[in-house]
């Protein structure tokens, strides 16, 4: 339980303010809440569900800390590039 905790919380805070909540807001003023709020859960489920299957296989495969530090890198370079606007 300890776990899924850090997980929501970590999630939760990230998720906090960002393009996909504008986009819901976006989508909750033209289609009203729930519709909007129906089509953000089943498309975040999605994605996090790809995410946790390819987490999983990667875990299995390779080292966490390399994965750590692969992961951190790859954000690194997202934002420079988009501080840059090339992304």
């Given amino acids: 339980m300890k776990e899924i905790l850090i997980v929501f919380v970590a999630i939760f805070l990230a998720e906090l303010g960002d393009k996909t909540q504008l986009a819901t807001l976006a989508f909750a003023s033209k289609y009203g809440w729930a519709k909007a709020f129906l ?49």
């Fill in 39 to 87: 089509g953000s859960i089943v498309a975040l489920a999605l994605v996090n569900l790809l995410g946790a299957l390819i987490g999983d296989k990667l875990g299995a495969a390779l080292p966490t800390e390399l994965i750590q530090k692969l992961s951190g890198a790859v954000f690194v370079i997202v934002g420079i590039l988009m501080l840059f606007g090339k992304f």
